[in-house]
């Protein structure tokens, strides 16, 4: 196991003290960016103290050509979010290359947001394309490919109350 579930619980209660602090006196318009993000969005969103407004975006891949010989990938976010004078907390379960992540916060700014911060539960530096720094994190990591508490690809483990790699043999259920 990479993180306990009581280390996260732990951790997503301090991020969300200083969230309510920093964020005082105002409405959170909160984004959550899925798969990945919801059970660490339901866990920061029930510990903020300040009104909240949830929203969720999913990201869509279409490779698009470019010449003869080359594609490029272009990103579409559905549904579109109304975030117009809003305090939007961006929230992902995890931050690799940055890309996706700064798209979104410069989307975000050109919807006409008031502001735009970035919350991730995990943050994996190495592997940062763009020069992004998140306002709130969980967890430094290393690892590249983890499951549990809200992670995971289409097999089963998104369920997992703490994170852990690929590579480890996480039980089939929650013994909390």
């Known amino acids: 196991m990479v993180i ?19 964020f005082r006196g105002q409405t959170i318009y909160t984004v959550c960016v899925l798969e ?24 869509l891949f279409r490779e698009k050509p470019v010449g003869s010989s080359s594609t490029s990938i272009e990103i ?15 929230v992902e379960g995890l931050v690799q290359s940055g890309v996706t992540s700064e798209f979104l916060m410069r989307n975000l700014m050109g919807r006409g947001a008031a502001s735009v911060k970035l919350a991730t539960l995990l943050d994996r530096q190495a592997a940062r394309r763009v020069s992004l720094q998140p306002d709130y994190f969980g967890f430094l990591i290393d690892e590249s490919f983890l499951f549990g508490y809200g992670l995971g690809g289409p097999q089963l483990g998104r369920n997992l109350p703490y994170v852990a790699t690929a590579f480890e043999k996480a039980p089939l259920h929650s013994t909390r």
């Open 36 to 59: 990945n993000g919801f059970v660490f969005m339901a866990d920061l969103v029930r510990l903020l103290d300040a009104p909240v407004v949830c929203q969720f975006m999913k990201a």
């Open 76 to 90: 579409f976010f559905t549904p579109e979010v109304e975030v117009r004078g809003a305090h939007v907390l961006l």
């Open 4 to 22: 306990t579930a009581e280390q996260i619980q732990r951790r997503v209660h301090e991020m969300a003290r200083q969230i309510s602090a920093d």
